[in-house]
């Protein structure tokens, strides 16, 4: 699911800095510092390298923050397609679309944690946030159809359902700690069974 881009920018560096270990450094510091707060001087820092070394994967800090969100968003995205291969009502794509993104949120948790908290100050933050309203609008659209087919509450509003739902997936990333957490399956499980139990329409 990482950005194609990745294997184009990659270069040959300093030995034992690769650029994926590169990009999860920036991932921390921009998360913890900012990305205006982090400079290539503080990454340069973190990893015990030479500014120089860090360009000799990335031309520019602008491109370190466009493969982190963009990791994110291409796993979401590959979900999103893959509903196409998938037999069923639209309320079913909705569900393994939330159990899929939760599964995309865990296990690229650095990387979904740096694409919620960017705020849309440079190019780069903007097209990442025009790409989190397509999927949104990817999300609508399910819940659309599936209160057209008479599957969800019809006393809901769509576009509010949707919200509220990947509110909660996206909730996920505020409090999930990888060790000694509960396991992918068990979170997607726990998220569905609270939003379709009271979202799904009852005979």
Known sequence: MADTATNRTARRGRPGYDL???LRVAVSAFTERGFDGTSMEDLSRKLGISKSAIYHHVPSKDELLRLAVNRALDGLFAEAAALAEFDGRAVDKLEH???AS???LIEQLPFVTLLLRIRGNTKVERAALARRKEFDRIVAD???AAAADGDL???IDPDVSARLLFGMVNSVAE???PRGGAAAPAIADAVVAVAFDGLRRHS
Request: glycine share 6%; hydrophobic share 45%.
């Open 20 to 22: 994926e270990s590169l």
């Open 97 to 99: 679309l939330v159990r």
């Open 102 to 104: 939760v599964g995309v």
């Open 142 to 144: 399910l819940v659309r």
């Open 153 to 155: 509450r019809p006393d």
């Open 175 to 177: 409090w999930y700690r």
